[in-house]
């Protein structure tokens, strides 16, 4: 089916390591996103694309990574990752940047 | 399911009554606004949008209002349903950014 998907949906690691949280999406939508989702706070944007190998910088971007070397996929990396970092990342796309965003049902990442 | 709407307000209806969930919005330069609709251990839905050139959107048992005076927009939902139990959230754009509200938790009493 078409949609968006996010891999793995759940994920515990410790400190210190490397993880990458994948996102596919089968729209062809040129905008792509990750936020992330914790108790007291609204959704934050972590990083965004506006269309393949083009990437910017959220609100809240440090201590992460991505690429976008194809339009479909979205990988976000944790490249040492921190407690402070555990959370719930959604993935979304959009056709226009702006416009309504189709977000995926998210990763529930736990940090020891 | 999400532990993320624990210390959210929440909004409790009687099935088949409307529910109206408010949200203030901060900057008055916004000019598009978005509804979404979470349930537990889902991504966010979206509702419905309205741009800031208008005051009323009607969707499916789902209508939008903007009052851009006093910076208030709200989600009125028709004939309160259980499927309807969700976190509810609005989203302004102000140029190239879109900042999300915390959200209300709509509770359907039976």
């Known amino acids: 089916d078409a949609g968006i998907t996010q891999s793995p949906r759940y994920k515990i690691t410790e400190t210190g390591r490397q993880v990458t949280l994948m996102c596919h999406q089968t729209?062809?939508?040129?905008?792509m996103f990750w936020y992330r989702q914790d108790l007291g706070h609204g959704l934050r944007l972590i990083y965004y694309s506006a269309a393949a190998d083009i990437t910017d910088k959220g609100e809240v971007p440090d201590g992460y990574v991505v690429s976008r070397s194809k339009t479909e996929n979205f990988p976000l990396t944790l490249e040492s990752a921190t407690r402070s970092q555990t959370s719930v990342y959604f993935c979304?796309?959009?056709?226009?940047?702006?416009?309504?965003?189709?977000f995926g049902d998210g990763t529930r990442l736990s940090i020891l | 399911g999400e532990s993320v709407g624990l210390h959210l307000p929440t909004l409790s209806v009687q099935e088949g009554d409307n529910s109206i969930i408010n949200c203030a919005y901060s900057n008055s330069a916004s000019d598009y606004f978005i509804w979404y609709k979470q349930e537990s251990g889902k991504g966010p839905q979206f509702i419905i949008d309205i741009r800031s050139n208008m005051d009323k959107r009607q969707g499916q048992r789902v209508t939008v209002l903007l009052n851009k005076t006093v910076k208030h927009l709200s989600l009125q939902i028709a004939a309160t349903q259980p499927g309807d139990s969700a976190v509810y959230f609005c989203a302004e754009k102000t140029g190239d950014k879109i900042i999300f509200g915390k959200g209300t938790r709509l509770h359907i009493l039976p």
């Open positions: 729209w062809s939508h040129s905008y």
């Open positions: 979304a796309s959009s056709e226009d940047g702006p416009g309504p965003q189709h």
